[in-house]
């Protein structure tokens, strides 16, 4: 009897163990045994929905900058950030000294973790000795990022690999779209001069075919969060008093004087002024923050 009691006993435990192996939240396989979500960690919520445009409903993404406000260039990541990246199948990061906290924080973890780095990935090489790590605004590098995921997620989960890969190649069709849309403007205003507040929006206005006709000195200034010289803020000034140029695409998560006077040259000029941010802004996901972006642009120079 006590043989049989015993059985009975292991049995029940074995079976509730079994129940309990999978939470309510899904971090864990279910009683079932279907398989946890990809736990990802990306640096920026431009990535992390990257990431889960391609990985679907197999990932588990946690973006460690999500506020539109935040500055991702002077970021200081905290215990929780380092805990997540802990806990991370899949690290996606920007790289080019654009988000050095994750670097940071991956030296500190001595993590093994897959890394994707989204300006290796994109091959863009510094120009004149500066490299403008701003790569999610240039629509080929957001696809070969888009690819290299799909890849990382599918060694990590070869079961849903045709799943990843497929989902990649729907985001490349909507890419090729708003490639599409860039490739119209450029036809209609190719060559018509801009000016910007700092580099964020630079690869997009390239591709579009516009001539940043901005003084280095104010916009690698804004950018480094350094004082414009007088004149050279002058000389962007009369930019706008003079109309030399038809639009000012304004990073509106890099402000300040400088920028603020700009931003009211143009304005009090009549010349549009494009808006733009380094984050998702909250509500959209990429590509219809690229759309929107792009639609923006278009409308300003005149459709």
Not at 160 to 172: L, R, V
Not at 205 to 217: F, H, K, M, R
Not at 253 to 266: R, Y
């Amino acid at each position: 009897m006590r043989r049989r009691w015993a059985s009975v006993l292991a049995g029940a435990l074995a079976l509730a163990l079994t129940a309990c192996s999978g939470s309510a939240d899904g971090s864990a396989a279910t009683a079932a045994g279907s398989a946890s979500p990809i736990t990802v960690l990306a640096s920026t919520n431009v990535w992390g929905d990257l990431v889960e445009q391609v990985g679907g409903e197999q990932v588990e993404v946690t973006s460690v900058i999500s506020d539109p406000s935040a500055d991702p260039h002077a970021f200081q990541s905290n215990a929780r950030d380092q805990l997540a990246l802990s806990k991370a199948a899949l690290i996606v990061e920007n790289g080019g000294g654009y988000d050095d906290f994750m670097q940071t924080m991956l030296a500190s973890a001595a993590s093994t973790t897959p890394v994707i780095n989204a300006v290796q990935v994109s091959g863009i090489g510094a120009t004149d000795g500066e490299l403008n790590e701003h790569v999610w605004y240039d629509l080929p590098s957001v696809g070969k990022v888009a690819d290299a995921v799909a890849e990382q997620l599918s060694t990590i989960d070869p079961a849903n690999a045709a799943s990843f890969k497929a989902n990649a190649e729907a985001f490349g069709t909507s890419l090729a779209d708003l490639t599409g849309q860039v490739e119209q403007i450029k036809a209609k205003h190719g060559g018509t001069p801009v000016a910007i507040t700092e580099p964020v929006p630079l690869y997009l206005i390239e591709a579009a075919g516009l001539a940043n006709v901005t003084p280095e000195q104010f916009s690698e200034a804004i950018e480094n969060e350094t004082d414009v010289p007088a004149a050279v803020l002058d000389q962007t000034l009369k930019l706008f008093t003079d109309r030399q140029v038809s639009v000012l695409v304004n990073n509106e998560q890099t402000t300040g004087p400088q920028t603020q006077a700009v931003v009211d040259a143009a304005t009090a000029a009549g010349i549009p002024v494009v808006s733009v941010t380094e984050t998702l802004p909250a509500g959209q996901d990429y590509l219809s923050w690229m759309q929107a972006n792009i639609q923006a642009l278009a409308q300003a120079l005149g459709g």
